[in-house]
């Protein structure tokens, strides 16, 4: 059975820091690749970034230089760590996985506010 449980998100003052986690277990984590997505109240779920198996990286633009996306392959977990929050990273984040199928965690709420 594939699970995904993230983990870390909260509320955070603009400009503050969070790190997001997600443990995955039932699929061969090493050849997954995977990533992040978050969807704002009354938004599209929108793609955050994502991380291929050999550790290549992609960004939506709005988060490129404050947002890192990495994997711990002897952990089987994926991180999101975010700086410089702002108020529109308000979302529901989500990892996925792709391994034979794409596999969803049940999110984790991440709230920028003062």
């Known amino acids: 059975q594939v699970q995904l449980v993230e983990s870390g998100g909260g509320l955070v003052q603009p400009g503050g820091s969070l790190r997001l986690s997600c443990a995955t277990s039932g699929i061969i984590f090493s050849i997954s690749s995977m990533g992040w997505h978050r969807q704002a109240p009354g938004k599209q779920r929108e793609l955050v970034a994502f991380i291929t198996n050999d550790g290549g990286t992609n960004y939506e633009d709005s988060v490129k230089g404050r947002f890192t996306i990495s994997r711990d392959n002897a952990e089987k977990t994926l991180y999101l760590q975010m700086n410089s929050l702002k108020p529109e990273d308000t979302a529901v984040y989500y990892c996925?996985?792709?391994?034979?199928?794409?596999?969803w965690g049940q999110g984790t709420q991440v709230t920028v506010s003062s």
């Open positions: 996925y996985a792709n391994f034979r199928a794409t596999y």
